[in-house]
């Protein structure tokens, strides 16, 4: 079963996607389950998970009504105002609504915030604990600047499920390797409830040149800090679109892990998606 874990759609004229301007305007159009289909169907991939694209609860609703209609999708990643009073109750309307059962995890652009502490804020904090008591995932969406904070909240919270997003963003093109993997290290004495994504690594990369010699160093110490059980793939659709498309980055991946047993492949591949989003895979045959 091969699931890829973080793939998105929009509607560039109904949110806010200021980003998709200059090196990315190519992508900035509708894209759909449409869309993605025939790349999932030509790299042999089973299921997905949806995640939020802006700061939208209305767009989480559409996204849980989407994945019941959807053969393919096996989870949401979806977005509310953690900073808000009544935070329990709007993740307890998602869940009880059409497709709530697809709401898999959170995620809020925490890279994006002013305040690279925000993470710690009582009143964040107070919606950490929120999806922890649904049972949800919290996804980190980061950048270097943003891992120390994370750090702290991942001890805070030991029992809340996290997974750090696009690995953290490293500046791949600019040969950020050492700054970011000092960073990343004290999180491997947190992986029984942290997990990490290799995904969007090509978009911080080179673009128009990178290859597998780019990217290897990287994948090769996310495994190393987290463990095959702890890291999944994800193929940041559409944006990966930019950088080589969907086939390119995931014949990459596969080559990079190639010498690996097939348990790992498996579980890099799949099995990591599934046990830390808890994903109901007989649904994909809905």
Request: proline content about 6%; charged content about 20%; glycine content about 8%.
């Amino acid at each position: 079963m091969l699931i890829d874990a973080h793939q998105h759609f929009w509607n560039p004229d109904r949110g806010d996607y200021g980003w998709l301007s200059g090196p990315f305007a190519p992508i900035r159009r509708i894209f759909t389950p449409d869309d993605l289909s025939p790349e999932l169907a030509a790299n042999g991939v089973n299921a997905t998970v949806l995640v939020q694209t802006w700061s939208s609860v209305d767009e989480t609703r559409a996204f849980l009504t989407l994945a019941s209609a959807t053969p393919f999708i096996a989870g949401v990643v979806g977005w509310v105002d953690l900073t808000a009073a009544n935070v329990a109750d709007v993740i307890a309307e998602l869940k009880a609504g059409q497709g709530g059962t697809y709401l898999v995890g959170i995620r809020h652009q925490v890279h994006d915030e002013p305040d690279a502490d925000w993470l710690l804020r009582p009143d964040v904090r107070r919606g950490l604990q929120a999806v922890a008591d649904h049972g949800l995932v919290y996804d980190l969406l980061l950048k270097p600047r943003e891992l120390p904070a994370a750090l702290k909240t991942v001890q805070a919270f030991p029992h809340l499920r996290f997974v750090i997003d696009h690995i953290a963003k490293p500046d791949i093109r600019g040969h950020g390797f050492s700054a970011w993997a000092e960073l990343m290290a004290p999180f491997a004495a947190e992986r029984g409830h942290v997990w990490c994504k290799l995904s969007g690594m090509v978009t911080e990369a080179d673009w128009e040149n990178w290859t597998l010699v780019d990217l290897q160093p990287y994948i090769d110490e996310v495994l190393r800090l987290f463990g095959p059980s702890r890291v999944l793939y994800g193929s940041d659709w559409p944006v990966c679109r930019v950088a080589g498309g969907y086939t390119k980055w995931l014949a990459a991946l596969k080559q990079a892990i190639a010498a690996r047993t097939a348990i790992e492949h498996a579980q890099i591949l799949g099995g990591s998606a599934q046990e830390l989003y808890r994903l109901s895979l007989s649904d994909i045959a809905k």
